[in-house]
């Protein structure tokens, strides 16, 4: 179970999910009806760990809009609402900010910036941000401009060969990252301690971290063997369907401390 108070905000996978948008992987038939499935077992397994989950209703003419963390970086005083780097995304925000606008106020990342929540890996005080086709360097900036009176810094990374910095990297907490070094230049990290994933699972690195327990699809069996071994109670889920969309198991919820009621 969670130490502090979490909510979940999701979004019920589209219809057209199978319309999504693709970066780096060939489009191959989705079965929307189990990604549907899918993403409700995603939830109870959220809801497991004691966090409470806001489903919002699918958005049908928004295919990726399942992706909720992509419109948002949520921090303990703030919401920052991105401007995705994909266009046809970007009918993706009214709707989720005005969800979010319940438990925080918002501001908003503006032309010419680009930034995608999933290039935003947090650590401590320290955002890093992917430097990505989805995050420019104005919206890098922008996102500094914000955060930088409330404590925080940003800090920029390098990424190839895949969508997102969490495509390549996450924090597993314990000053430790889950990586694929292929994908991303680890030097900005400094001393964090970096456990590398399976060599032929070169997508896993991205999992979901709630306290001491790791959310991972269930495709990467032997990463879940590395973490388990690390000493991290893991939790194999199948996203077999979502997976693709390129789907993370970070992208599909904004998750957010709360105060206590």
Same mark, same amino acid.
């Given at each position: 179970?969670? =130490?502090?108070?979490?909510?979940?905000?999701?979004?019920?996978?589209?219809? =057209?999910?199978?319309?999504?948008?693709?970066?780096?992987?060939?489009?191959?038939?989705?079965?929307?009806?189990?990604?549907?499935?899918?993403?409700?077992?995603?939830?109870?397994?959220?809801?497991?760990?004691?966090?409470?989950?806001?489903?919002?209703?699918?958005? /049908?003419?928004?295919?990726?809009?399942?992706?909720?963390?992509?419109?948002?970086?949520?921090?303990?005083?703030?919401?920052?609402?991105?401007?995705?780097?994909?266009? #046809?995304?970007?009918?993706?925000?009214?709707?989720?900010?005005?969800?979010?606008?319940?438990?925080?106020?918002?501001?908003?990342?503006?032309?010419?910036?680009?930034?995608?929540?999933?290039?935003?890996?947090?650590?401590?005080?320290?955002?890093?941000?992917?430097? #990505?086709?989805?995050?420019?360097?104005?919206?890098?900036?922008?996102?500094?401009?914000? *955060?930088? /009176?409330?404590?925080?810094?940003?800090?920029?990374?390098?990424?190839?060969?895949?969508?997102?910095?969490? #495509?390549?990297?996450?924090?597993?907490?314990?000053?430790?990252?889950?990586?694929?070094?292929?994908?991303?230049?680890?030097? /900005?990290?400094?001393?964090?301690?970096?456990?590398?994933?399976?060599?032929?699972?070169?997508?896993?690195?991205?999992?979901?971290?709630?306290?001491?327990?790791?959310?991972?699809?269930? #495709?990467?069996?032997?990463?879940?063997?590395?973490?388990?071994?690390?000493?991290?109670?893991?939790? /194999?889920?199948? *996203? =077999?369907?979502?997976?693709?969309?390129?789907?993370?198991?970070?992208?599909?919820?904004?998750?957010?401390?709360?105060?206590? =009621?």
């Amino acid at each position: 179970m969670v =130490s502090m108070p979490l909510r979940a905000i999701t979004r019920a996978v589209s219809p =057209s999910l199978k319309d999504c948008q693709l970066a780096f992987m060939e489009r191959r038939p989705i079965d929307v009806a189990k990604a549907i499935t899918q993403h409700q077992q995603y939830e109870e397994c959220l809801r497991s760990l004691g966090i409470v989950v806001v489903s919002l209703p699918a958005l /049908p003419d928004l295919p990726d809009a399942v992706f909720v963390e992509d419109p948002a970086i949520l921090l303990d005083e703030v919401a920052i609402m991105t401007r995705m780097g994909a266009e #046809s995304r970007r009918g993706e925000s009214a709707s989720l900010a005005e969800a979010i606008a319940r438990f925080r106020p918002l501001h908003w990342i503006t032309e010419p910036g680009t930034l995608e929540g999933g290039d935003v890996v947090r650590i401590g005080s320290t955002l890093f941000v992917g430097r #990505s086709t989805r995050s420019n360097d104005a919206g890098i900036a922008q996102l500094a401009g914000e *955060v930088t /009176p409330l404590g925080y810094r940003v800090q920029s990374a390098e990424i190839q060969g895949c969508l997102h910095l969490k #495509s390549a990297c996450t924090y597993l907490g314990r000053d430790a990252l889950l990586a694929n070094r292929a994908w991303v230049d680890m030097r /900005p990290f400094g001393r964090a301690r970096v456990i590398d994933v399976a060599p032929d699972e070169p997508a896993a690195a991205d999992v979901l971290a709630i306290d001491d327990t790791i959310i991972i699809p269930a #495709s990467f069996p032997k990463t879940a063997r590395i973490l388990d071994r690390a000493g991290w109670h893991v939790l /194999p889920i199948d *996203v =077999s369907e979502l997976q693709k969309a390129e789907a993370g198991v970070t992208c599909m919820s904004v998750i957010f401390t709360v105060a206590d =009621s």
